[in-house]
């Protein structure tokens, strides 16, 4: 247990063990506090953010993201909660990708699809772990993803970084470095609902999204291949608007899904803004800053109704989630940026979720 003093507040790593795993591995689950009001629990299995404290207008401490009690629940932790996803986020067609000519098939988990990374994918795994000493409290978990596990070529080596920073973001840093030439596409599966979990749907929720173009899925939630313009579309959040105002509409795409679940392309290159969302409750508001081309937004539309944490009762539509990554089935579209990661080059991205209150 480490502790800073940073004028009057204190930030600190605390360590503790969340359970054992079926052959006995320990689990931990590590608490981040920034010393500033945003506070976060992640687990070594799966890397997932179990809890996140923001406090809101009044000084409210609330945790905004969904989740489970005990590592039990987690070991069947359905739609993904909180975890990270690899090696490959969101789908691939059949499983199959082509790389330098040569056929591959990924681990097929949904219908005839390869679903965040297949049948045991980075959410499912224990991360080996280390707390950061510094100003800014961090945990750096790793893993090794062997050559051929889920059908994936080389021996993958994966660092992902989860920093509270001063100024109240959850930063991740994904990093990864290969042995052969593969692909790779992480992302964090995080539910968030910034009334606090458990509070009911996010249809109030005010969202803004930096994306002229988004991808139309087929009845897989495959994406077609198109890149449609937003305008004049329920997908057109550049001027932000409560998530709820389309979420019913009769629109194809958003009546097939039952609500949103399609890729964003995000303008422009560099770390940017991708998103901005806003509880007109209690002011809790989060930005999300990102340097990969896409973006996932996901209003759990198939969130499995039922008692979750801290007995909280959850549904469909009581979430958001927002998905950096490339976009999905990429390496069949060669117009979509390639999610290609060369042998022996780094694969370097980083996604914040960055809390303000207004
Ligand atoms: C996918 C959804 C899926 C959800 C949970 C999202 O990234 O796009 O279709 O239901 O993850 O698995």
């Not at 100024?167 to 990864?176: F, H, M, P, T, W």
């Not at 550049?238 to 958003?254: H, T, V, W």
Request: with cysteine.
């Amino acid at each position: 247990m480490d502790f800073y003093l940073k004028g009057m507040s204190i930030v600190s790593v605390t360590k503790n063990s969340f359970g054992k795993m079926p052959d006995g591995q320990e689990v931990y689950v590590y608490l981040l506090d920034n010393g500033n009001g945003l506070s976060a629990e992640i687990i070594t299995y799966g890397g997932i953010v179990k809890n996140l404290y923001v406090n809101d207008k009044n000084g409210i401490k609330t945790d905004v993201v969904l989740g489970r009690d005990t590592l039990k629940d987690y070991l069947h932790n359905d739609g993904y909660l909180g975890a990270l996803i690899g090696r490959h986020a969101n789908r691939i067609a059949k499983g199959k990708f082509n790389l330098n000519g040569r056929e591959y098939c990924a681990g097929i988990n949904e219908g005839y699809n390869s679903l965040h990374g297949g049948n045991s994918g980075f959410d499912k795994k224990l991360w080996e772990s280390n707390a950061v000493d510094g100003a800014e409290p961090a945990l750096i978990l790793t893993l090794l993803s062997p050559d051929g596990e889920e059908g994936f070529p080389g021996d993958l080596k994966v660092k992902v970084i989860y920093t509270l920073t001063k100024d109240n973001a959850l930063k991740i840093e994904y990093k990864a470095v290969s042995s052969d030439d593969t692909v790779v596409n992480l992302t964090n599966h995080t539910y968030f609902n910034l009334a606090g979990h458990g509070s009911g749907t996010i249809d109030n929720h005010i969202l803004y999204i930096n994306s002229s173009f988004y991808t139309p899925n087929d009845g897989e939630c495959m994406p077609t291949g198109e890149v449609l313009s937003v305008k004049n579309t329920p997908f057109d959040f550049r001027e932000s608007k409560a998530i709820g105002r389309d979420m019913n509409s009769d629109f194809e795409q958003i009546r097939m899904f039952g609500g949103y679940d399609h890729n964003f392309a995000i303008e422009g290159r560099d770390y940017r803004l991708a998103a901005a969302v806003r509880c007109p409750n209690n002011g809790i508001a989060m930005e999300v800053y990102t340097d990969k081309p896409a973006m996932q937004f996901y209003t759990a539309n198939a969130l499995e109704k039922g008692i979750y944490k801290d007995s909280a009762e959850y549904d469909i539509h009581q979430a958001f989630c927002l998905e950096t990554q490339y976009f999905p089935n990429a390496m069949a579209n060669s117009h979509y940026p390639s999610p290609m990661l060369k042998k022996n080059e780094e694969y370097n991205f980083t996604t914040e979720y960055r809390f303000i209150v207004k």
